[in-house]
């Protein structure tokens, strides 16, 4: 039988060292589907419970292997469901192909069943965007969606009418005019900095008298390397919520996460330095970096268009941030900083010591600090850490202490809720020897959570380590937004759009043949945390949470506390609970302990 170009496509993904695909099959993609079964023994195929799982799939995989994920979704609704998580990683800067079909090109421009402008519908979103028309450009719209994917770290999207899938392949186009013969290969930039741009760089950082360093993403695989330079200078680091894993957080002078969601020695270093290095981040929130003309600064990023956007720098090194700073470390001097670095360690120390303090205030019926802080001590040294978005991503980014070892990650930029199962999902396929925990809030559970347990029944008995906790905070709260609303806005709490209907997460677990522990009581949270990462089978862990617990930034501005008491002027219905919990927390930070 001849092969068709639905056979091609796939066989090119191959030829790319392309093995698991994320989908929802459909009929705009039948002859993908089709050959997709004739080539069951090349591909692991992940079938989601809805499209957008799969581009979040997609763009954990990619986030957790640095190779290429890759989605399939049909025609119409399908392509548009794919959406939110390819932006996803389009913002967090993953490299993502996304294949999708389309309706016959007969039928293009006639207002017909399904038809959407895809072309257009992925412009933004996609780095390079092309639908295949006839079976000899196959080849090279394949070629350069997964070149162009890989090398900048974008997100590509290959539209294939369904007419198209069921014709004959030309796996070799004709040696003709308007013809192209392309080939399979990876092409990675490997951008240097010349020795001139070093020589300043360093410069600038040994005239530093308080160096502060800012780490992202793009640190997650040069974390030795910034630890042997922030020795150098006596340096402390912060880190941004996407590079947490960058640097365990034992080390004593890491500051921990910056901003909104962040710490305040991370405050206090930016605050207070007069020379910054920044390495592989975009953190977009100028105001928790020095003030403007307040340090001289540096920075490191593999694209030229990231730098010194956030914050205004004299010297950009554009390169990989682990080979930059392998040249950059015998430029730098080693300088005794004792009255910074003693600062940064101490402010560090009673941090933790207030952390640990706050954690343990009561609350009704469990302060959600305690569900994190008591994490820490039982994660599993190599364990994978999946978050998602909501209030529970404040505890997260500061209470969670990471190891050497462990990865973790989250929707960074586009903050998008639900992406907290599916990454994990999409770690567990790929890393299936390894434990991996997703932290979930109750909101985004009932979003798409819920659904995609039934991929965890469907593939779990596969994985060789049958570790996979899902972590359902259930404070029947849609409480970031609630939170923001106050802090914010000035606004009491909506409860018609705020309240989240109450659900038996632990027993829906139980239901799927999963081990489900329900938690109401403070004391049992250690308990359960080591039963969950010990447990035979996935664990859906569902924790009781008080609302009220505010997440205080690190720094409080006159205009958020004046919009918080304006809140709770209006009269917002939590009102005497969520008074009672801001005075614990603000006495003790205070009087910790």
Known sequence: MSEKVG?????????????????????????????????????????????EM?????????????????????????????????????????????????????ALGSDYQQEVDLQALFKDLAAYVETIVVPAQARHVIDRAMRIAAAERAVCCVIVPNDIQEMESAASPPRTHGNVLSGVGYAIPHPVPDDQEIDRAADILNAGERVAILVGAGALQAGDDVAAVAERLGAGVAKALLGKAALPDDLPYVTGSIGLLGTRPSWELMDNCDTLLMVGTTFPYTEFLPADGQARAVQIDIAPRNVSMRYPTEVNLIGDSGEVLRRLLPKLKARARPDWRERIELNIRKWWRSLEGKAMEPANPINPQRIFWELSSALPDDVIVCGDCGSHTNWYARDVKLRRGMMASLSGKLATMGSGVPYAIAAKMAHPDRPVLAIVGDGAMQMNGNAELVTVKQYWRRWKHPGFVVLVVANHDLNQVTWEQRALAGDPKFEPAQNVEDFPYAKYGELLGFKGIRVERPEDIARAWREAFACDRPVVLEILADPNVPPLPPHITWSQAQAYLTALYKGDPDERAVIRQTLREVFSAWLPG
């Open 7 to 51: 056979d091609f496509i796939l066989h090119r993904l191959t030829e790319w060292g392309i093995k698991r695909i994320f989908g929802y099959p459909g009929d705009g993609i039948n002859g993908l589907m089709g050959a997709m079964g004739r080539a069951a023994d090349r591909f692991d195929y992940i079938r989601v419970r809805h499209e």
């Open 54 to 106: 799969a581009a979040f799939m997609a763009g954990g995989h990619a986030k957790f292997t640095g190779e290429v994920g890759v989605c399939m979704a049909t025609s119409g609704p399908g392509a548009i469901h794919l959406l939110n998580g390819l932006y996803d990683a389009k913002l967090d800067h993953v490299p993502v192909l996304a294949i999708v079909g389309q309706q016959a090109r007969t």
